[in-house]
């Protein structure tokens, strides 16, 4: 999905991950969180593929990824709730 911009990708995701808070997140919270970790791996290796300058430099998509994450919470559902990506 390269071809598409971080905003279309959270259009696509946002139900599903919306649905997942609210059905996994009054019970299971410590593993969703965990699941929800690996949504933000799969956007950081998104990001390595679409922008050929991060393709060998994970820690620096990671830290892009958080990036845009602190200045637009509201991108993912699960954001909004404090499950960002980590920069370490």
Same mark, same amino acid.
């Given at each position: 999905?390269t *071809?598409?911009? @971080?905003?279309? &990708?959270?259009?696509?995701? *946002?139900?599903? &991950? =919306?649905?997942? %808070?609210?059905?996994? !997140? #009054? $019970? =299971? /919270?410590?593993? @969703?969180?965990?699941?929800?970790?690996s949504? *933000? /791996? +799969? @956007?950081?290796?998104?990001i390595?593929r679409?922008?050929?300058?991060?393709? +060998?430099?994970? $820690?620096?998509a990671?830290? %892009? %990824?958080?990036?845009i994450?602190? !200045?637009? /919470?509201d @991108?993912?559902? +699960?954001? #909004?709730? !404090?499950?960002?990506?980590?920069a =370490?």
């Amino acid at each position: 999905m390269t *071809n598409k911009e @971080l905003t279309e &990708i959270a259009e696509k995701y *946002n139900p599903v &991950i =919306g649905g997942w %808070l609210n059905y996994y !997140g #009054k $019970y =299971g /919270r410590a593993e @969703l969180s965990k699941v929800l970790d690996s949504v *933000n /791996r +799969h @956007l950081c290796h998104w990001i390595r593929r679409k922008y050929k300058r991060y393709k +060998h430099k994970p $820690y620096q998509a990671r830290c %892009l %990824l958080k990036k845009i994450s602190l !200045g637009n /919470r509201d @991108l993912f559902a +699960h954001w #909004k709730v !404090g499950i960002l990506p980590s920069a =370490g």
